[in-house]
């Protein structure tokens, strides 16, 4: 057939509105819904390889920036870092192209690491290399609209936040900063509980960066801040400070969950189940991560999310496993904080399962 004879989208909407069918408006959502299902409809391995590509492709621009010396330069290095993340974040908002998008995403990081190093290079200043990449995070979560380039942007700007207070050396600043990740975490999982899929865009994928970011910082500064040597242990260290703020946060979400099922609070459900939380961060004090991770695990199974929930089993397990082989404790002190801590779980288990829910539960 030829071109001449190809009918298009235009001309069916033309012959519809011509029959009272279809009116102006129609042919717009009809562009969308077929855009929409064509980048459904492609497979998995046509993903992986054009996200393969794209990130090799930065890799080989990586390397002949370094080759060309251009990074060398401080100046040069900033002046290309925000050519580079314009360019990047005006690619990712115009194509649909699946290798496109991932290399918008790949250079994107790329300019944004070369602009951080001109930053260091002209203020030598690790505070304001820091804050500024942290900012550069949140601005970019709202511009580029890609889950992958927000997941990577959350974690980068825990990392990089921690980096800043971390400069000042104030006692209690790294602390700060995670309880700081845990409320805006549970703000994108549980702030958005009742909102459109255009929030759900950019929360999920910035709750999940700040869940991973959270994790990682835990395992560093309970079980191996003490062991990194150009660093002061004392100021790196996670403790009870940490521990107090995510019990308080389970103990929230404990409570939204009950009101949500229409459970009373003052009932012996919700008063067993506020113990435990608060009884199970007395025990586990000095390892917040354990809190952690079963406050990240309820809230993978209020948010019927198996990613989350998977996460959070396996960081308990690396984490259990570290902090036990960490503790100063005789090996009959730690038996005793495992039988406590297990005794206490059973209990919550036996009630959950012979107490009925509330009338009117959803």
């Known amino acids: 057939m030829s ?34 299902a064509d980048e459904s409809d492609v497979p998995w391995y046509v993903r992986v390889f054009a996200g393969t590509g794209a990130w090799l492709a930065t890799v080989l621009l990586i390397w002949f920036l370094a080759a060309t010396g251009v990074v060398e330069n401080p100046q040069g290095a900033l002046a290309l870092g925000v050519v ?103 703000f994108a999982w549980r702030g958005g509980t009742h909102a459109g899929p255009e929030r759900d865009e950019i929360a999920v994928p910035v709750g999940s960066g700040l869940v991973i970011a959270l994790f990682g910082l835990l395992l560093f500064g309970t079980a191996f801040s003490d062991k990194v040597r150009l660093l002061e242990s004392a100021l790196w260290r996670l403790g009870g400070v940490t521990t107090i703020g995510i019990t308080l946060a389970l103990v929230l979400l404990m409570l939204a969950i009950l009101d949500e099922q229409g459970t009373p609070r003052q009932s012996p ?62 090996l009959l002190e730690k038996s005793g904080v495992l039988a406590a801590s297990g005794m206490l779980l059973l209990l919550v288990r036996q009630v959950a399962a012979r107490t009925p829910l509330a009338r009117g539960a959803a």
């Open 3 to 36: 071109s001449s004879m190809r009918i298009t989208i235009s001309d069916v909407m033309r012959q519809l509105r011509a029959e009272g069918l279809a009116v102006a408006a129609d042919e717009s959502s009809l562009r969308d819904a077929l855009h929409a």
């Open 84 to 186: 580079l993340v314009t360019g990047a974040v005006v690619l990712r908002r115009r194509t649909a192209v699946e290798f496109l998008r991932h290399f918008s995403v790949a250079v994107s990081f790329t300019g944004q690491a070369l602009l951080l190093f001109g930053i260091h290079g002209v203020s030598d200043s690790a505070f304001v290399t820091g804050l500024t990449a942290a900012g550069l995070s949140v601005v970019l979560l709202r511009l580029v609209p890609d889950a992958l380039h927000r997941f990577l942007s959350a974690v980068g700007g825990s990392i990089a936040a921690v980096i800043a207070v971390g400069e000042l050396s104030l006692r209690y600043g790294f602390e700060g900063v995670v309880l700081l990740i845990v409320a805006l975490a549970a």
């Open 269 to 330: 459900k919700a008063l067993v189940y506020l113990a435990s939380v608060v009884v199970l961060g007395a025990l586990t004090l000095s390892s917040p991560g354990i809190v952690a991770g079963a406050a990240v695990l309820a809230l993978g199974f209020d948010r019927r999310n198996p990613i989350l929930i998977g996460v959070a089993a396996c960081f308990l397990l690396v984490f259990g496993s570290v902090y036990y082989y960490s503790l100063h404790l005789t």
